[in-house]
């Protein structure tokens, strides 16, 4: 079965909520624009049942080039992970 398309998504929240598929864009775009604003501000940003996104710094660390084999430094950056919970955990295995 294929993965949803975000069209898809919209119009099934939508007859869940009585929203247009409109407004419940709107919502998304506003829901998505607050992860991304917290997570940079505090670190993380939680969604209760489903997980939370947050911003891990990775150190630097020693790697190999897959090509040569050759030994490199790969340096430290910032990344963001996504936690699941474990409430979604169990609702899906």
Do not use: C, H
């Amino acid at each position: 079965m294929p993965k949803m398309t975000k069209s898809q998504i919209l119009g099934e929240l939508a007859n869940k909520t009585g929203l247009s598929k409109k407004d419940v864009n709107s919502v998304m775009d506003a829901l998505l624009a607050l992860a991304y604003k917290e997570v940079k501000k505090s670190g993380e940003f939680v969604i209760n049942g489903i997980g939370k996104l947050v911003k891990v710094k990775r150190s630097a660390r020693m790697g190999r080039n897959p090509a040569t084999g050759a030994t490199i430094k790969i340096p430290a950056k910032t990344v963001v992970k996504f936690r699941v919970a474990k409430a979604a955990k169990e609702a899906v295995l």
